[in-house]
């Protein structure tokens, strides 16, 4: 069966020794689309779009550190604990989505602090930019052929020819595709009805949808964890877990706001 092979060079653009990579590229991308897309939502709900600039500062450092001390203490503990300094190397990859989501979230909780903006109605919003952003972040990985999946003879598999001659479940395309259907369904849920009204709602919906396929799809990927062996899951799918419980609790036990967004609280956030 012949199947696609992929082999793009990971830099996207070289000139005069600067190098652009993909991964760089899409992840900046990432960015971009999800504060436009914050940028709308602020618009349509009448709020100060300037305060935005801090909460993507706040979002980036959070994510960036979050995502990389997630990476080393639960991927890879024994060795980052043997070179502490290594830490710092974010250069040579690694960086894991579960820390990156609760740095997000801590860099949200220290802008809702700012502003008194409530913290579950931001928690939705950014939820839906999030989703899209997850989608970019997916791509490079795709780009790097790293997040491998495993052999299948499956007619979609994928040689990732940097890797090795063998046909691979594109997990990345996977979890991208997943998660930019996510957003759709977000978008589509935060126009076409009332459930932005409960705040935690849309938050919680992301949490269950996100993390439920993260749980199903890290069945077909290679381990990427260390110490990973002969665990039943991995660490991918036990870290999932707690996401998807706080979601499941988000969906059926948030109540419809009894204090709506007011003109004093939007005045906060300048």
Same mark, same amino acid.
């Given at each position: 069966?012949?199947?696609?092979?992929?082999?793009?060079?990971?830099?996207?653009?070289?000139?005069?020794?600067?190098?652009?990579?993909?991964?760089?590229?899409?992840?900046?991308?990432?960015?971009?689309?999800?504060?436009?897309?914050?940028?709308?939502?602020?618009?349509?709900?009448?709020?100060?779009?300037?305060?935005?600039?801090?909460?993507?500062?706040?979002?980036?450092?959070?994510?960036?550190?979050?995502?990389?001390?997630?990476?080393?203490?639960?991927?890879? !503990?024994?060795?980052?604990? &043997?070179?502490?300094?290594?830490?710092?190397?974010?250069?040579?990859?690694?960086?894991?989505?579960?820390?990156?989501?609760?740095?997000?979230?801590?860099?949200?909780?220290?802008?809702?602090?700012?502003? &008194?903006?409530?913290?579950?109605?931001?928690?939705?919003?950014?939820?839906?930019?999030?989703?899209?952003?997850? @989608?970019?972040?997916?791509?490079?990985?795709?780009?790097?052929?790293?997040?491998?999946?495993?052999?299948?003879? %499956?007619?979609?598999?994928?040689? @990732?020819?940097?890797?090795?001659?063998?046909?691979?479940?594109?997990?990345?395309?996977?979890?991208?595709? $997943?998660?930019?259907?996510?957003?759709?369904?977000?978008?589509?849920?935060?126009?076409?009805?009332?459930? %932005?009204?409960?705040?935690?709602?849309?938050?919680?919906?992301?949490?269950?949808?996100?993390?439920?396929?993260?749980?199903?799809?890290?069945?077909? %990927?290679?381990?990427? $964890?260390?110490? $990973?062996?002969?665990?039943?899951?991995?660490?991918?799918?036990?870290?999932?877990? !707690?996401?998807?419980?706080?979601?499941?609790?988000?969906?059926?036990?948030?109540?419809?706001?009894?204090?709506?967004?007011?003109?004093?609280? %939007?005045?906060?956030?300048?």
């Amino acid at each position: 069966m012949n199947h696609l092979i992929w082999n793009i060079d990971p830099v996207l653009i070289s000139f005069m020794g600067l190098k652009v990579h993909w991964y760089g590229a899409l992840f900046a991308t990432a960015i971009i689309c999800g504060f436009q897309t914050m940028k709308w939502i602020y618009k349509r709900e009448n709020l100060d779009v300037e305060s935005l600039d801090n909460l993507l500062v706040y979002c980036v450092i959070g994510i960036i550190v979050g995502a990389r001390l997630a990476h080393c203490f639960f991927y890879d !503990p024994s060795y980052y604990l &043997s070179h502490p300094l290594k830490i710092l190397a974010i250069w040579e990859g690694g960086l894991a989505s579960h820390g990156g989501g609760l740095g997000a979230i801590l860099a949200l909780f220290y802008y809702h602090k700012k502003t &008194s903006l409530p913290f579950l109605f931001l928690l939705d919003r950014l939820a839906i930019a999030t989703a899209i952003f997850g @989608f970019f972040v997916r791509m490079a990985n795709f780009m790097n052929s790293e997040i491998l999946g495993l052999p299948t003879d %499956k007619p979609w598999a994928i040689i @990732f020819e940097r890797i090795d001659n063998l046909p691979r479940h594109p997990a990345q395309l996977y979890e991208a595709f $997943a998660y930019l259907a996510i957003f759709l369904l977000l978008i589509a849920l935060y126009k076409g009805t009332k459930l %932005k009204q409960r705040f935690g709602v849309l938050f919680g919906i992301f949490l269950c949808l996100v993390f439920s396929a993260r749980f199903m799809i890290e069945f077909i %990927k290679v381990k990427q $964890a260390a110490y $990973a062996g002969d665990f039943i899951f991995s660490t991918g799918q036990l870290l999932s877990i !707690p996401f998807l419980l706080v979601g499941i609790g988000l969906v059926f036990f948030a109540k419809p706001s009894q204090q709506p967004i007011t003109q004093k609280t %939007k005045a906060k956030a300048k």
